[in-house]
Each structure stands twice: as C-alpha cells, then as structure tokens.
C-alpha cells in the first residue's frame, strides 16, 4: 500500500501511471546507484552488469508485494555490491564468495572507508524499506519500455563516467595471451642448480609505478646499496591478471589460471614440484591464514612439502600487524627465513607472501605508517596512501636486506615480484601505476659461489 505522504498540489494532479513510473525509477535506478555514482568524482569501476540485473529485478517486481520487492532489492544490494568489490580488487564474483566463508577473520573496523560504505548501504536499505511501499507499477506497455530504455541509458552513462579505468579492472587474459612471468623472465627456474637456496618474495599489491622517481625508490628498497655490493641486480616487469591467486599461479604454475585449477590435482610441472624433483625442500609461507582462498589444501600439490601461516610465524616470533588483514608483521619474516637458511643440510625454495600491504593500509602506530612525511615528504604530501603503501615494503626490504648482508647468510637466488596493481578506489592514486603490470628484482649473490654446506653435499 501507499504511504500517505503530503505531496504538492501539482503532485497530486500527476496521473496514477505517471508517478508509479517515477517510483519504479525512483526505487530501481537512482537509489541502488546513486552511492556509487557519487563515487565518480574520485573513481570506481564501470557497474554496467550491476545496473541492468537490478533494472531488470525492478521490471520483474514493478506488480509484486512490498516483500517481493523489498527481498528483490536486498539481493540486487548484495549482488552490486559484491560486483564492486570483484571489479576493485580483480577478483571473479565466484572467489570473493568463496572467501567470504572466512569472513570473520577480516577486520573491515580497522578501514575508515569500510565503515563508511557500510553506513551507506545501510541507509540504502533503510531508505528501500519506505520507498518501496509506495507504487511502482508499470500499468502501460509503453512504460515497460520507458523503464527499459532508462536502464539501459544509466549502464551506458555509468560506463561512460567510469570507464577511464576500465582496463586495471577484472583484467582477465584472451585464451590467445601470450604469457609471462618474472619467474621465466628471470631465469629463476634455470639458476637452480641444487647449489644454493631459492627465495621468492610474492609481494601484496606491489605494482608499477609510472613515475620513474617512484619507480627508481621501489627498486631501491630491495636493491639497497649494502645489497648492491653483495649481489647482482636483475630488474624487469610482466604482465598480470587477476588478483592475488592469480599472480600465485602465474609464478608458481607458468600459465594464467585460477588456483581451482590445482585445487583437487597434483601438477607436477609446478616449479615448487619441479625444485623439489631436484633435491629442493620446498616451502610456503604466507603472512595470513593459510585457510583463506584455500591454500592448505592447493599449495601441497604445487609441490610444497612445508607450509608456514600466520599463526606458526607467530608463534616463531613474528609481532602481529593490524589491518583489515590482520597477521604476522612482514618485517619480521626474513629474519625467520634466515634462521630457516642458516640451519638446512639441504638446498631450500621458500616462497614467501606477504600481506600487510593489502589495501587499504590504514595508518597504525603498530604498522609504523602513522608518520610518512619521515619516509617520502614529496610522495606522503601528494598521494599519501601511495606513500603508506611504500613505507611497508620499505620495512620489508629493509629487514630483508640485513638479513642477506649478514655475514653468514647463505647463498640465496632471491626473487620479489609483485602479485597485482594496488587495488586503490580513488583514480589519483590508483593512476599512479601501470594498468596491466608488475615489477620484480632478482638479486643474485655476487660470483655465483655456492654454500659451502650445500656444495659439500653434492
């Protein structure tokens, strides 16, 4: 039934068919988009889908009772919204629900911008539940296609205002790609030879940045100048699509997959299982918990024999870092990886993914970026999240570089590479960086000598 509200005079007078239409459009156009639409002014991804599977809900509801319509239009909220989140982050809808089985292991609180979106979508709901009661039937055959035309004019226009970005979002490779990867591109897989250890450091959100001053100080936080005069420094960049998993195959399987690919098979051709055929003791260590996008059951049959997550570097005595994605502190991982090198009686592949740089990285004492003017005046002042996300690889490179300069630390083939471009909202940073690539550094202990422990046992 209708809510009696006041209306004007010339309100009134309006016919019947009119103001349901106006309704329909008012309930099923404007009020599921307009937060998002209001998010054109600093960025977002193109929601064509989202807009034409929630018209068209609308159309299948325009006669239905207030509860249909109310039900209709929760499942429309759930669905753009979670078609949001997938474009932002390059995830498939089919993997952002499959995470959300551990999403209490999240701590979306430690976000700003998560609250504020949740606010708003509950007010959405809110506003829903009294709009909808009123009217929205579309009596005429020409209304149906008024309202059709409506939908599509808002996907068109939506596409329109937001598809300047459109190519860092849900980039998804053609079956004819020709594929690359920082590990084939380094020549990682030829290097080992059984006389040194493998290191690869996957990091979180590690892109290519565009300006090359930034570009030259992402380098030089892994190739520090004490790194420099121990070992050789190899940089390059490669393709990527996708999220996180995605990067996790592209390196560790060589081919654009989806991790589902592995997650009931063994793939020998893995370099994990390939290092491993050659004597490697093959190791993963991820920062998180190894249960997230199912990484206990799929790493063993990449060939992994050894899996380390956050609650075994914890307890080996990593701090534990907030965030969204709380876990192990990365900074204090390479000393662990160290202490792991240090005591092998055999050649060793660690792969290491870290997550404390998962956007978005809020401003932490615990997380030592409330302050990055000390660490980038220029960067921090201009794009401030930009320069919170470097400062936590600075950490990292930093903690990494003592432990590969100790005297006693063996020789190691070290690889980083970045999983994916950081997923920012807002196009001022999120243009900052390459739509469509990565970088990564090879550092490789100068002379190429082996460990004198390892060479003793070939």
Not at 342 to 370: C, G, M
């Amino acid at each position: 039934m209708d809510i009696a509200l006041p209306r004007p005079a010339i309100w009134k007078e309006r016919p019947d068919a009119i103001r349901s239409l106006e309704n329909w459009l008012l309930c099923w156009i404007l009020l599921p988009n307009i937060g998002y639409w209001l998010l054109w002014i600093v960025g977002g991804p193109p929601r064509p889908t989202a807009i034409i599977g929630t018209g068209v809900l609308g159309l299948v509801a325009s006669r239905a009772p207030f509860a249909v319509k109310f039900a209709l239009f929760l499942i429309a909220m759930v669905f753009s919204a979670l078609n949001f989140i997938a474009a932002l982050f390059n995830l498939s809808i089919g993997s952002l629900v499959h995470s959300l089985r551990f999403a209490a292991e999240l701590s979306p609180s430690a976000s700003v911008e998560y609250m504020v979106c949740g606010a708003a979508v509950l007010a959405t709901a809110v506003a829903a539940w009294f709009l909808l009661r009123r009217s929205t039937a579309l009596i005429e055959p020409r209304r149906w296609v008024i309202a059709a035309c409506l939908i599509l004019l808002a996907a068109s226009f939506d596409v329109a205002m937001s598809g300047g970005n459109r190519g860092s979002y849900k980039r998804t490779p053609d079956p004819d790609a020709p594929f690359t990867s920082a590990t084939d591109r380094s020549g990682l897989a030829g290097f080992a030879t059984g006389d040194r250890h493998v290191v690869m450091v996957m990091v979180e959100a590690m892109g290519q940045p565009i300006d090359p001053r930034v570009r030259a100080r992402l380098v030089d936080i892994w190739a520090r100048p004490e790194v420099r005069e121990r070992y050789e420094v190899l940089t390059g960049e490669t393709l990527f699509y996708g999220s996180t998993t995605n990067g996790e195959m592209r390196e560790l399987c060589g081919r654009w997959a989806e991790y589902d690919e592995v997650l009931e098979r063994r793939d020998p051709g893995c370099l994990p299982a390939q290092l491993a055929a050659r004597g490697y003791h093959s190791q993963a260590w991820h920062s998180f918990n190894g249960r997230f996008f199912d990484r206990t059951q799929w790493y063993p049959n990449v060939g992994f024999a050894e899996m380390r997550f956050a609650p075994e570097l914890l307890q080996a005595g990593a701090g534990q870092c907030p965030g969204v994605f709380p876990g192990a502190c990365d900074r204090d991982i390479p000393r662990q990886i160290g202490e792991t090198l240090r005591k092998a009686h055999d050649p060793q592949f660690i792969y290491w993914l870290t997550v404390n740089s998962h956007l978005p990285v809020v401003s932490s004492e615990t997380l030592q970026t409330e302050h990055c003017e000390t660490f980038d005046t220029q960067l921090d002042s201009e794009f401030p999240m930009t320069c919170r996300l470097m400062q936590l690889f600075d950490q990292s490179g930093r903690a990494l570089a003592r432990e590969i300069t100790a005297a006693d630390f063996p020789a190691t083939d070290i690889l980083i590479v970045g999983d994916h471009i950081p997923p920012f909202f807002d196009r001022h940073h999120r243009n900052q960086f390459e739509p469509d690539r990565v970088p990564w550094v090879l550092l490789r202990p100068r002379g190429h000598s082996a460990h004198p422990r390892i060479a003793a046992l070939r």
